[in-house]
């Protein structure tokens, strides 16, 4: 039996069929904005997390799909991050 090619889906849409149980306590914290890549940190989240609000950097952990790249990109001084407690944050669901 000849198997039909796989529906072509854009990556927001593959990453939107996730689920979150977002948690009330923050995983990822700015401790020192001055210290962070902020240009880096707008542009390569791949969840758009990290946002500028009236001149500032804000992160918003609602959404993270716990990738780490803001991690390697920052330093420990300046970004909390852990991953979310146990049963929370994002379930990937393949296929
Ligand atoms: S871990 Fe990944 S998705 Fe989460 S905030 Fe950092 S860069 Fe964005």
């Known amino acids: 039996m000849k198997r039909s090619p796989p529906k ?3 990556i927001e849409e593959l ?3 996730n689920v979150w149980e977002v948690d009330k306590e923050r ?3 700015i401790l020192d904005e001055k210290g962070l890549p902020r240009k880096q ?3 390569l989240c791949p969840m758009r997390c990290y946002v500028e609000e009236e001149g500032r950097l804000v ?3 609602e959404e993270c799909v716990e990738c780490g ?3 390697i ?3 420990p001084k300046s970004l909390r991050w852990d991953l979310p407690r ?3 944050g994002i379930r990937y669901r393949y296929g």
């Open 8 to 10: 072509k889906m854009r």
């Open 15 to 17: 990453i939107r069929r």
């Open 27 to 29: 995983h990822i914290e």
């Open 41 to 43: 940190l707008l542009l």
């Open 59 to 61: 992160m918003h952990y």
């Open 69 to 71: 790249l803001c991690r």
């Open 73 to 75: 990109l920052s330093n």
């Open 86 to 88: 146990g049963g929370m």
